[in-house]
């Protein structure tokens, strides 16, 4: 048996010190070329300290415990001194207020998807990078991309007592997407408005096959019903094409599709914004770029848009590590989610932080709540908690947070005392929230905990920036494609010719 001199020495629970917290991190100032950085840890006069490995990072805090202008934005600074490129979610527009500046100062690429005034910022089209993925030969990554799209959509459906409704509409609507990608005659014709317009054609046919003013919709029925049997979209077709006749059924099912598809029928910004789409993945692998979400934070029917935008781009930024000899992106990429939370579920989103590490990508996720968290991911939020390395706390009522943040930190025994925790939930509750300075509790991976001090971003020397002004766009419209005029013109061509 080994005598304990051997063993490692576990010590009781404790503290760590200032020195053996600093182990591991890197000491910076904000505003200097670093080779790369991260989240401010703790803040020494104007030094942070960061960790500047591929490591996630979780902060929880509740509204007021100022997460956003304590660590995002400060981050913000950090990693635009690295070059580092960012996704940033924007709720507020805080974040873009307060670094766009600096980064056009760096050099950066900075580029906006605004979804709080849909006329300034950069147009994004969801079905671009899932039709030249299908046209170019790698039909089941287009296909991947179109079912995840549907699936998030499907979000604003969602009814788990009766799923059938969402079911239904989804497997339509993904195979009118996948109509288009197949008969689209350029890029310019994949938008929302020729998804909307498939739509539009399918309706509830009567017994009577001689009523010439349904002539277009069946001939679109024609037209569906024409896909070889084992086909992909005949497969995702069979319900609807079993329903034409029956009008409550398939009526119930084109109303869920007409809501997964509402934000883009109804705001003619957001129509507008995504004739085209202007984002260059490859430049944010490549170069540094910041791209700004911006979002209302009051109003969250467009969310579902972020959380697509977020899926989309992480993987394209994973083919692009693939392509590459280390299988790395050579520029890092950080996602800043503010507000995670608050989006409806990223798919995948679990597998998406496991595998990002090694890819070059790093994710800052803040949440307000545990609860919040574990409400959109169920099961999944352990996963997405457990692969985030550096968890931050800084306020919450939350009781069954507090209560974890208190078990983590474990338990101590006092000289002739009673066991007791290292921190209590009155303990955690107390944690400075201050302008000049406020206090986070720090849980590092194989480190004690620890107490840290941090600042405000308008604190730091060399933040004061005006704002990169957000200029209204010169608009680029596409074109809305009709399959149905298409499906008759060349019916009428196949009849002269058999006639000829």
């Not at 576990?10 to 991190?25: C, H, I, M, P």
């Amino acid at each position: 048996m080994r005598q304990r001199s051997d063993m490692l020495d576990y010590q009781e629970n404790r503290w760590a010190t200032l020195e053996e917290f600093k182990d591991g991190l890197s000491r910076q100032r904000i505003g200097t070329p670093q080779e790369a950085s991260g989240v401010p840890l703790m803040v020494e006069g104007d030094d942070i300290y960061v960790d500047e490995t591929d490591s996630h990072t979780l902060i929880f805090g509740n509204t007021g415990s100022k997460k956003t202008r304590n660590f995002c934005i400060p981050a913000v600074f950090a990693m635009g001194g690295a070059g580092e490129s960012m996704i940033i979610s924007d709720p507020k527009g805080e974040i873009y207020r307060n670094t766009s500046g600096y980064l056009k100062d760096r050099g950066y690429r900075i580029q906006v998807i605004n979804l709080r005034d849909m006329d300034c910022g950069c147009q994004w089209n969801p079905l671009t990078v899932p039709f030249l993925q299908y046209r170019q030969g790698k039909k089941d990554v287009g296909v991947g991309m179109v079912s995840d799209f549907c699936h998030q959509l499907s979000d604003l459906v969602r009814n788990e007592k009766d799923p059938f409704w969402e079911m239904s509409a989804r497997e339509i609507l993904e195979a009118l997407i996948l109509i288009l990608f197949e008969y689209a005659q350029e890029e310019s014709e994949v938008n929302m408005s020729s998804v909307k317009q498939l739509r539009d054609n399918i309706r509830v046919l009567s017994d009577d096959d001689t009523d010439l003013d349904e002539a277009p919709a069946r001939a679109f029925w024609e037209f569906l019903e024409s896909f070889p049997k084992g086909s992909l979209i005949s497969f995702k077709l069979a319900t609807a094409i079993s329903l034409k006749r029956v009008e409550k059924t398939l009526a119930g099912i084109l109303t869920t599709i007409d809501a997964m598809l509402n934000p883009f029928i109804i705001q003619q910004g957001l129509i507008d914004m995504t004739w085209y789409s202007e984002v260059d993945y490859d430049r944010i692998a490549q170069k540094k770029t910041a791209l700004f979400l911006l979002l209302p934070d009051e109003k969250r029917t467009l969310h579902i848009l972020v959380s697509i935008f977020v899926k989309q781009c992480y993987e394209q930024l994973i083919d692009l590590a693939q392509k590459q000899e280390e299988l790395r992106l050579s520029c890092r990429v950080n996602f800043i989610l503010d507000e995670f939370s608050n989006f409806p579920r990223i798919a995948d989103m679990p597998s998406m932080i496991s595998a990002a590490r090694s890819r070059n990508i790093r994710f800052l996720l803040v949440v307000q709540s545990r609860q919040q968290l574990f409400a959109r991911y169920k099961d999944e939020a352990d996963t997405i908690r457990s692969n985030c390395r550096n968890w931050i706390f800084l306020a919450s009522r939350e009781i069954e947070l507090l209560e974890e943040i208190k078990k983590l930190c474990g338990d101590v025994t006092p000289e002739g005392e009673s066991v007791r925790p290292l921190i209590s939930v009155t303990g955690l509750q107390r944690l400075r929230i201050g302008w000049e300075d406020s206090q986070a509790l720090i849980l590092r991976p194989q480190k004690a905990p620890f107490i840290s001090w941090v600042k405000d971003y308008s604190l730091y020397p060399g933040t004061c920036f005006e704002p990169v002004p957000l200029k209204k766009r010169q608009q680029r419209k596409g074109k809305v494609y009709d399959i149905v005029d298409h499906y008759i013109r060349a019916l009428d061509e196949t009849e002269e010719k058999e006639n000829a």
